[in-house]
């Protein structure tokens, strides 16, 4: 079946450009995880949805960057005012339900700010 | 080939050889463990994950162990082919948590 998709693979942009990532889940998954890989370092947690709870954006890094996800299943990362510290990949990930279920990941986003 | 002691980054092992990786966990209430593979210009793929009832379990080529003692966790690999050239990522998650957190990887370089 189809995984986790992610779009734009990738992304430039200049320094104080605002940038949108998508992410599609796995259909039927409830639960949306974004997360940050900087070059050659592992995987930071940004943000959590679960169905229709609150998220969880304890990880975000600045007020820069906010998501959302509509009707339960395609999110979408925004990152306003980028900074050259930005430049990252970001992934997403879905699982079945809350905790402890396998996280699926996307092929990610590879962001260049200039 | 093996990474023992300190987390190294960086595994070279001989085509055909067992590879085992090595991570050592920092949270003493995790109790689910689970390994990525990480390809090139790829996201993260599960391998294999491992819950803390457990001590050891086995998937296609790949056996997990997990000594909550020493907080420590392996991969082992048998047979490691080409393909198998990735960096790999333990990861650790505490009961009624979601987020799962990381280690640094490590880069398995299989030699031909």
């Known amino acids: 079946g189809a995984g986790v998709s992610q779009s734009p693979s990738n992304k430039v942009t200049e320094k104080g450009k605002d940038v949108e990532l998508r992410c599609d889940p796995i259909?039927?998954?409830?639960?949306l995880y974004w997360y940050r890989q900087s070059l050659g370092q592992g995987l930071e947690f940004l943000i959590y949805?679960?169905?229709?709870?609150?998220?969880?954006k304890s990880g975000l890094p600045s007020d820069r960057f906010s998501a959302e996800r509509t009707g339960g299943s395609v999110s979408t990362l925004t990152i306003q005012r980028t900074q050259q510290e930005d430049s990252a990949v970001y992934l997403c990930a879905s699982s079945l339900g809350a905790t402890q279920e396998t996280q699926y990941f996307g092929p990610g986003t590879r962001l260049l700010v200039l | 080939g093996e990474n023992v002691g300190l987390h190294l980054p960086t595994l070279s092992v001989q085509e055909g050889d067992n590879s085992i990786i090595n991570c050592a966990y920092s949270n003493s209430a995790s109790d689910y463990f689970i390994w990525y593979k990480q390809e090139s210009g790829k996201g993260p793929q599960f391998i294999i994950d491992i819950r803390s009832n457990m001590d050891k379990r086995q998937g296609q080529r790949v056996t997990v162990l997990l000594n909550k003692t020493v907080k420590h966790l392996s991969l082992q690999i048998a047979a490691t082919q080409p393909g198998d050239s990735a960096v790999y990522f333990c990861?650790?998650?505490?009961?009624?948590?979601?987020?799962?957190?990381f280690g640094a990887g490590t880069t398995v370089t299989v030699r031909a």
């Open positions: 949805f679960q169905g229709n709870s609150a998220p969880d």
């Open positions: 259909s039927g998954h409830t639960a």
């Open positions: 990861a650790e998650n505490k009961r009624a948590d979601y987020k799962l957190s």
